[in-house]
């Protein structure tokens, strides 16, 4: 045990575990990543990079591994919708996507070794987490898309709506910030 | 002169930034303020914001996942 602390603190030492692991990547650095990582997966998908409506999938599959239908909903009507529903989870692109941002940003964490489990300060945090996830999550499948599927993808692709979801959801910010300020400080 | 701890322990961004900015107004020039975060965004931007204040600053990682940024109310 001994010779394997001192082998661990001598790695977390170098410049190289500094780098790669321990301090944040620059803007920049984030940036490109993302820029060339998304036109990977539009290459290699034929699909934009989205996140949120994934999650509406989950959803439905959830739903439907306890007994449920979401053929009559409106939302999944479409015949791409009920081709991914149906196709099942391990055949699509979009849950291994977030299956890998999840495991990443967990890998990352534990490769700097700054994992920690947060204790909850409040019930104003539960009240708000619960109201601004449901308000994130029902307003991301109303505009079709969140700040990556809608903004990102949109804006990447040189469509107008990526620019007007822009304008609004930085609307958005500046009431939440207010909201945040009264509730919150 | 004196020292304060701010405990900004579970609290998300921007929470712990306007905190600061709260906090630091109440004090006296060379007053040290010691705050406590255990969320990464926040290791970032306190930091940017003391030093583009002009504040003295350090940060100091106490514990897997736990900081600490000293910062003195230096002018």
Redesign the interface.
């Given at each position: 045990m001994e010779g394997s602390k001192k082998f661990f603190d001598k790695i977390t030492q170098t410049e190289f575990y500094q780098m790669w692991f321990k301090n944040a990547y620059s803007y920049v650095t984030g940036a490109v990543l993302l820029s060339i990582l998304q036109i990977a997966t539009l290459a290699s998908t034929g699909e934009p990079w989205g996140v949120s409506g994934v999650f509406a999938n989950w959803g439905a599959w959830i739903y439907e591994a306890f007994g449920g239908s979401v053929d009559k909903w409106y939302y999944f009507s479409s015949q791409g919708a009920q081709n991914t529903l149906n196709s099942g989870i391990l055949n699509d692109p979009g849950s291994y996507r977030n299956m890998g941002i999840i495991v990443g940003a967990l890998l990352a964490t534990l490769f700097a070794s700054q994992f920690k489990i947060k204790k909850i300060k409040n019930k104003k945090q539960i009240v708000a987490a619960t109201i601004g996830g449901l308000l994130m999550g029902y307003g991301a499948r109303l505009s079709f898309g969140c700040n990556i599927g809608a903004l990102y993808g949109g804006i990447a692709s040189l469509s107008l709506s990526g620019w007007v979801f822009a304008v609004f959801m930085f609307v958005g910010a500046v009431a939440g910030s207010k909201l945040l300020v009264k509730y919150f400080m | 002169m004196k020292e304060v701890i701010l405990d900004c322990?579970?609290?998300a961004c921007?929470?712990p930034l306007?905190?600061c900015q709260?906090k630091i107004a109440e004090l006296e020039i060379g007053d040290v303020m010691i705050v406590q975060i255990?969320?990464?965004c926040a290791m970032?931007n306190v930091p940017e914001w003391a030093n583009k204040e002009g504040y003295n600053c350090e940060l100091e990682e106490v514990?897997?996942?736990?900081w600490e940024v000293i910062i003195e109310k230096s002018r």
């Amino acid at each position: 045990m001994e010779g394997s602390k001192k082998f661990f603190d001598k790695i977390t030492q170098t410049e190289f575990y500094q780098m790669w692991f321990k301090n944040a990547y620059s803007y920049v650095t984030g940036a490109v990543l993302l820029s060339i990582l998304q036109i990977a997966t539009l290459a290699s998908t034929g699909e934009p990079w989205g996140v949120s409506g994934v999650f509406a999938n989950w959803g439905a599959w959830i739903y439907e591994a306890f007994g449920g239908s979401v053929d009559k909903w409106y939302y999944f009507s479409s015949q791409g919708a009920q081709n991914t529903l149906n196709s099942g989870i391990l055949n699509d692109p979009g849950s291994y996507r977030n299956m890998g941002i999840i495991v990443g940003a967990l890998l990352a964490t534990l490769f700097a070794s700054q994992f920690k489990i947060k204790k909850i300060k409040n019930k104003k945090q539960i009240v708000a987490a619960t109201i601004g996830g449901l308000l994130m999550g029902y307003g991301a499948r109303l505009s079709f898309g969140c700040n990556i599927g809608a903004l990102y993808g949109g804006i990447a692709s040189l469509s107008l709506s990526g620019w007007v979801f822009a304008v609004f959801m930085f609307v958005g910010a500046v009431a939440g910030s207010k909201l945040l300020v009264k509730y919150f400080m | 002169m004196k020292e304060v701890i701010l405990d900004c322990m579970g609290e998300a961004c921007p929470v712990p930034l306007i905190k600061c900015q709260n906090k630091i107004a109440e004090l006296e020039i060379g007053d040290v303020m010691i705050v406590q975060i255990d969320h990464s965004c926040a290791m970032k931007n306190v930091p940017e914001w003391a030093n583009k204040e002009g504040y003295n600053c350090e940060l100091e990682e106490v514990d897997d996942g736990e900081w600490e940024v000293i910062i003195e109310k230096s002018r």
